[in-house]
C-alpha cells in the first residue's frame, strides 16, 4: 500500500508512562515496555464518544480511548486498577497539557475561586506508589491483588442498578411487596459485597500450599470469624491510602482563607482546557 502523504501529521506521542503495578496483573493486555509506554492526545473522535458516554457505557468509553491514547495497552480491560488513575491522568496531559483547572467556593467568604494544579505531580506520584500484596492473617498468608479495569467496571455497573432499585422501593405502596423486594436487594448487595472481596485475594498460603480457587477462598472467608475479614479489609485500606494523592494546598483571593483539597479527576473537569 503506498504511504500516505498525511502521515507525517499524525499524531504523535505526548509523553511516556510506567505502570505503577509493572503490569504484572494484566498478563498479555500490555505489547510494549511497561516502563515507557507511548502516551498520545485525544482525536476528535476519542473526545466525542468519551464526552458523551453516560454512566452505563462510561466503562466501554474509556477502554477505548485508553486503547487510542496508548496503544502499546492492547486490553485495556486488563489493566490493574491501580494503573488507572496514572493513565487517566497521562492522556488528560497528552490531550490538554498539564495544567488542571479547577473551580472551589470558598467556604468562610463564598468567593468562587479557580485554581490551577500540576498533573505531573500526579502522575510522579503514582508512579512511585507501592502495592503490598500480602497479609498475615495467623497462620496463613494471603495475597492480595487489584481488580482489573473489567471487574471494577462490572461490580460498579451491578452496584449501580441495586442503588438505583433500592431508590425504588420507597415508592412502593404495598407492605408486603415492599418487604419482598428489601429482602431480594439486600441478598444481592451481601453476594455482590462477598464477590467483590474474594476476588480482591490471589491465593492464600498455609506452609507451603497455596490455595488459589476462588470457590474454597469464598467458603473459607464464609466460615470465618470476622476478625478475619477485618485484618484483610485494613490491609486493603492501607493500599488504598497509599494510593491516594497527597491533598494541595489553596488560598481564597478574596479572603485568605487556606485548605487542603484532594485533586480529582473526573467527568466535571477532565476535558476542561485550561
Ligand atoms: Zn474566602
Not at 467496571?153 to 423486594?181: G, H, M, P, V, W
Request: charged fraction near 20%; proline fraction near 4%; hydrophobic fraction near 35%.
Amino acid at each position: 500500500m503506498a504511504t500516505n502523504p498525511l502521515q507525517k501529521y499524525f499524531r504523535q506521542p505526548k509523553i511516556y508512562i510506567s505502570l505503577p503495578s509493572q503490569g504484572i496483573y494484566s498478563a498479555g493486555a500490555i505489547a510494549g515496555d511497561v516502563n515507557k509506554l507511548a502516551v498520545y492526545g485525544m482525536t476528535g473522535m476519542d473526545e466525542i464518544v468519551f464526552k458523551t458516554a453516560d454512566a452505563l457505557i462510561s466503562g466501554e468509553s474509556t477502554a477505548r480511548v485508553i486503547q487510542s491514547c496508548i496503544p502499546e495497552i492492547t486490553d485495556p480491560w486488563s489493566v490493574s486498577t491501580l494503573d488507572l488513575d496514572l493513565i487517566l491522568a497521562s492522556i488528560r496531559v497528552a490531550t490538554y497539557g498539564n495544567e488542571l483547572e479547577s473551580m472551589r467556593i470558598c467556604p468562610s467568604c463564598g468567593t468562587d475561586n479557580t485554581y490551577t494544579f500540576n498533573l505531573s505531580s500526579i502522575i510522579d506520584f503514582f508512579t512511585a506508589a507501592q502495592y503490598d500484596n500480602s497479609v498475615k492473617v495467623d497462620n496463613l498468608t494471603v495475597i492480595l491483588r487489584p481488580l482489573s479495569y473489567k471487574d471494577s467496571t462490572d461490580f460498579a455497573l451491578r452496584n449501580f442498578s441495586i442503588q438505583k432499585r433500592i431508590a425504588q422501593i420507597n415508592t412502593i405502596s404495598d407492605e408486603e411487596e415492599k418487604k419482598k423486594l428489601t429482602s431480594e436487594i439486600l441478598n444481592e448487595l451481601t453476594v455482590l459485597r462477598q464477590e467483590i472481596f474474594t476476588h480482591g485475594i490471589e491465593s492464600v498460603t498455609v506452609g507451603s500450599d497455596a490455595v488459589t480457587d476462588r470457590i474454597y477462598i469464598a467458603e473459607w472467608i464464609a466460615n470465618s470469624d470476622r476478625t478475619v475479614t477485618e485484618q484483610i479489609n485494613k490491609h486493603i485500606e492501607q493500599n488504598k491510602s497509599r494510593w491516594t494523592p497527597p491533598l494541595q494546598k489553596i488560598k481564597c483571593s478574596g479572603c485568605g482563607f487556606e485548605e487542603e483539597v484532594p485533586i480529582e479527576l473526573d467527568q466535571s473537569n477532565f476535558f476542561v482546557n485550561a
